[in-house]
């Protein structure tokens, strides 16, 4: 005769009636579904996988108000400094060379597949609506700038408006330095935020949807020693 192991009652009530671990503010408006008690610990940001940002360091609060205190408003027009870590800043080196060899590859490619005077049209709509303006740098001068390469990519799909859009490369590293990305200051997680704006969508009666594109040709930036160009 085959022997049936003993379960402690305990032990049952353990599998078959979990409790949880954490605090549940749905277990008294739900009790009897344990999905629709999950849905704040959907949102929550520790589930995210981001910690809770109550404070920001000393660092982030010195240069989020360096940045707003760059912030000029002349003819309409906001001017503002990207922020940047110094320290970081003075170790990104001229990248001119691979700069270069990137825009050779890329130009070769697209006259090749005959669609490189389309993607120079796309830079030269940008300049028409101001988002991007041209600047006159001699060869002799290139190693004094960090260049931006970007390379083109094309959409198939006939429901997209824009058919072929530059990417830039901001994180190319050459002579051992650091990259743009890993000098700039991204500043502090907002992810927080969305649920609040999730909530205010929900809650409200009215909703204003607005095009900001017209609202992003209303910033320029502030005039650094540091300068930038892309090929």
């Keep these: 005769m085959e022997h049936t192991p003993q379960v402690e009652a305990s032990h049952l009530c353990f599998v078959l009636e979990a409790r949880p671990t954490y605090f549940d503010p749905f277990e008294d408006c739900f009790p009897n579904s344990a999905v629709q008690r999950g ?76 669609r490189y005077a389309e993607y120079l049209e796309v830079f030269r709509q940008q300049q028409r609506e101001g988002i991007i303006e041209e600047i006159f ?47 700039a200051y991204s500043g502090v997680n907002l992810t927080g935020d969305i649920l609040k704006l999730l909530l205010a969508f929900r809650t409200n009666h009215y909703i204003l949807v607005a095009d900001i594109r017209r609202a992003f040709l ?9 300068g930038f160009a892309s090929f």
């Excluded at 205190?69 to 170790?91: F, M, N, S």
């Excluded at 740098?137 to 390469?149: G, M, T």
């Excluded at 799909?157 to 000098?183: H, Q, V, W």
């Excluded at 209303?218 to 540091?226: A, E, G, M, P, S």
């Design 39 to 114: 849905l704040e610990q959907i949102v929550s940001l520790e589930s995210l996988g981001i910690p809770d940002q109550e404070g920001f360091s000393e660092y982030d609060q010195e240069l989020i108000q360096r940045f707003e205190e760059t912030v000029e408003l002349r003819d309409g027009k906001y001017y503002v400094e990207l922020p940047w870590h110094q320290d970081r800043l003075e170790k990104v080196p001229s990248n001119h060379a691979a700069s270069l060899r990137i825009l050779d590859r890329v130009a070769s490619n697209l006259t090749k597949k005959n």
């Design 137 to 183: 740098v001699s060869p002799q001068e290139f190693d004094q700038y960090i260049w931006i390469p970007h390379r083109p990519v094309f959409t198939t799909d006939p429901t997209m408006t824009t058919k072929i859009r530059p990417i830039f490369n901001c994180s190319l590293k050459t002579g051992g330095g650091l990259s743009l990305n890993e000098a």
């Design 218 to 226: 209303t910033i320029h930036r502030r005039l650094t020693r540091t």
